[in-house]
């Protein structure tokens, strides 16, 4: 087996689709502006508390101008046609050309938590109404979870590697380690790298809420008349998180690469450390979360105080908070009390395996625009300590590196630093 590269990674673009935003610029508008993106569930119809969800606002997969109605009929499970929206808007940010010098050395590694759930759920509406032969012969391709990333590859004319990291919640994390390290040792010189889900549909809502992962908005809750009071990270009264949908993607490239055609780099990915709990199905494990934060700084070359941010997972359950604060503590000791936390979940609520990739995204683009951005619906919670989550307002406040954490159902963690260039 050949020697790595030991390339460096730089990210060049990126684009997302989330409850704040069709487009990664109304996403980082509305974030800067201190909004959420919250409301109650349109898409389906559902008897449950559970019902405030975040919804891509204009999200309409026939709508898509290389979308013909036969392509929306068959590909019906939304994830493949929202992957190769946010993958073509995220080769047009990057200013990549996809041609015979880079099709084969470019790669597209998009993660999902939960791949076609819709698709199988109106394949069997089908089979119950309509009889067996009129189950959809796409049903099985809908299903697979590199098929989001291989019609994007159809569409876009790349040809490297096409895969989904399936990492739960840390998918989109994933995606961008293993694509940065397949840059690093040569396998090809670009990754479109990131995740998506797309779960609003009774079975998902209802699931997450009978596990008592949702928050339920009953009158007595502060979001009652106000849905955009629903994901409060940190917070004392944080219930559970939102249910979301959204895609993300970043484009990674190799230094020498990107010089050679031209490519500006927007950051580094510096470091990458991942582990898993071996502990619990759904309840994180503190230990195992400090050797991922850990292993992530110490592969960037970094010290704990040299980390200027940290966007944190903050998906505004009490368990999963408390784990995450506790467990920066003990990487950052008291260089935590002066370090900005922040978690995007309080306005885009938890977008599974996208939100990794989403986050990523929007903490590099507030550090090249010197903004930090908020946890808003803030109430501070005396068991956190005095940390700062940067409560409900964006910050001006540059930082020169800064740790996106990401954490997932079946104990796995993915942490990654990202650099300033």
């Known amino acids: 087996m050949k020697a790595p590269l030991n390339r460096r990674v730089f990210v060049i673009g990126y684009a997302g689709a989330t409850p704040l935003g069709r487009t990664f610029d109304r996403t980082w508008n509305n974030a800067a502006a201190g909004r959420a993106g919250f409301g109650q569930v349109t898409r389906c119809s559902v008897q449950s508390l559970s019902r405030v969800v975040g919804e891509i606002p204009d999200w309409d997969p026939a709508a898509c101008d290389f979308v ?14 929202l992957t190769m929206d946010v993958c073509r808007a995220a080769l047009a940010d990057s ?15 998009v993660g999902s938590a939960l791949n076609g759930t819709d698709a199988f759920r109106k394949a069997a509406e089908t089979l119950r109404t309509k009889g067996a032969l009129r189950v959809s012969p796409y049903l099985l391709p809908n299903l697979c979870a590199n098929l989001p990333a291989g019609k994007a590859g159809m569409m876009l004319g790349f040809t490297g590697p096409v895969l989904s990291p399936q990492g739960a919640c840390a998918s989109g994390n994933f995606a961008i380690g293993l694509g ?25 809502i209802h699931g997450f809420a009978n596990m008592n992962a949702t928050i339920k908005v009953g009158k007595n809750d502060r979001a009652y008349n106000d849905p955009s009071l629903a994901s409060r990270p940190f917070s004392v009264d ?8 959204g895609c993300g993607v970043l484009v990674l490239a190799a230094e020498e690469a990107a010089a050679a055609h031209g490519l500006v780099p927007r950051a580094e990915v510096a470091g990458v450390g991942w ?13 195992t979360i400090v050797r991922a934060i850990s292993a992530a700084i110490d592969d960037a070359g970094l010290a704990p105080a040299d980390i200027g941010y940290v966007n944190a997972h903050g998906t505004s359950t009490r368990k999963g908070d408390f784990t995450e604060i506790q467990s920066l503590r003990a990487v950052f000791g008291n260089h935590l009390e002066c370090l900005p936390v922040s978690s995007n979940k309080s306005q885009i609520g938890h977008t599974l395996g996208a939100s990794a990739a ?3 995204a929007l903490g590099i683009e507030g550090m090249r625009r010197g903004v930090i951005l908020p946890t808003i619906n803030h109430i501070p919670d005396p068991a956190l300590g005095d940390i700062d989550v940067v409560p409900d307002s964006a910050r001006a406040g540059g930082y020169e590196c800064f740790l996106s954490n990401a954490f997932g159902f079946g104990g796995t963690n993915c942490c990654i630093v990202f650099k300033g260039v």
């Open 180 to 204: 940065a390290r397949m840059i690093r040792d040569g396998d090809c010189d670009f990754v479109l790298a990131g995740g998506v889900d797309t779960c609003i549909m009774p079975e998902i």
């Open 275 to 287: 582990s898993s709990d071996a502990c619990h199905f759904t309840l994180p494990n503190g230990p």
């Open 358 to 360: 989403i986050e990523a």
């Open 95 to 109: 200013g990549l050309e996809i041609n015979d010098q880079t099709a084969s050395k470019t790669a597209c590694m």
């Open 238 to 245: 944080r219930k559970g998180m939102v249910l979301s949908e």
């Open 68 to 81: 013909d109605s036969k392509e929306a009929h068959n590909w019906n499970a939304d994830f493949v046609i």
